[in-house]
């Protein structure tokens, strides 16, 4: 430890030893919007989260973790209110600080690039406040909704090519979209309408079974896919 501490000290006075320290970070508010055609009209929600990305140098990291990108979203699902006591929710799940990258980059999908090479690009993102992007079937969020929405073990998965199947004929996802943001970050929806929601993230929806096969839909789901700190 001490010489570690002895060779930062002597790496302080030279420039080039700034990289040693450099941590890029951004940071930013993203606006998830998903809006529904049904019988009687468009019905549209929407939420506001907190993204990050951070690269930390190598040295802070140990083995595989080293250098590793660092990062994530905190708040709450979409909402979408479809009437009727029926609700289209798209989780946190499959929603992370890297949607909003491929929203405004699609033409970067797949492209190898070294990390600094994608510097720019998010301190362009970072900078679109107020601008709107469509996101990529691929990248879209788990779209579920409930059976009984007093019952998370109701929990089903919801095919965003298929709204249909889930609500019935005239229900169609007409739009997911994302736009960087100065609002706050969304808080109490996803809760006024789970009234059974929970402080424990990581809790599933429905209890362990105990098998290995068979495994309900709402066993892959957690109270954490709806609300993240």
């Known amino acids: 430890m001490l010489r570690i501490l002895v060779a930062l000290a002597l790496c302080l006075p030279i420039a080039g ?3 040693l320290f450099d941590f890029p970070e951004w940071q930013w508010r ?12 468009m019905k549209v929600g929407s939420a506001v ?3 990050r990305i951070e690269f930390p140098p190598k040295w802070t990291g140990v ?3 080293a250098g590793m990108q660092r990062g994530g979203v905190s708040g709450e699902a979409v909402v ?6 029926r609700y289209l929710f798209a989780l946190l799940q499959g929603y992370s600080e890297w949607t909003a990258y491929t929203a405004f980059f699609p033409e970067l999908e797949g492209k190898a690039m070294l990390k600094e090479e994608m510097f720019p690009y998010l301190d362009q993102m970072v900078a679109s406040t107020g601008q709107s992007r469509d996101v990529p079937r691929k990248h879209y969020p788990l779209l ?7 019952d998370p073990a109701s929990a089903r998965r919801v095919s965003p090519g298929d709204l249909s199947a889930s609500f019935g004929p005239g229900y169609r996802l007409n739009a ?6 100065d609002e706050p970050v969304t808080e109490g929806v996803v809760q006024k309408v789970l009234g059974w929601l929970t402080a424990y993230p990581e809790q599933g929806l429905s209890p362990p079974t105990g098998r290995t096969t068979g495994i309900p839909f709402s066993r892959r789901v957690s109270h954490g896919d709806f609300l993240r700190d």
């Open 80 to 85: 979408v209110d479809l009437g009727q006591g």
């Open 17 to 19: 030893c700034d990289l």
């Open 30 to 41: 993203q606006k998830l919007t998903v809006s529904v055609i049904t019988p009687k009209g």
């Open 49 to 51: 989260t907190s993204a």
């Open 144 to 150: 579920v909704t409930f059976d009984d929405i007093k």
């Open 63 to 65: 083995g595989d973790a």
């Open 176 to 181: 997911v979209t994302l736009s960087i943001t």
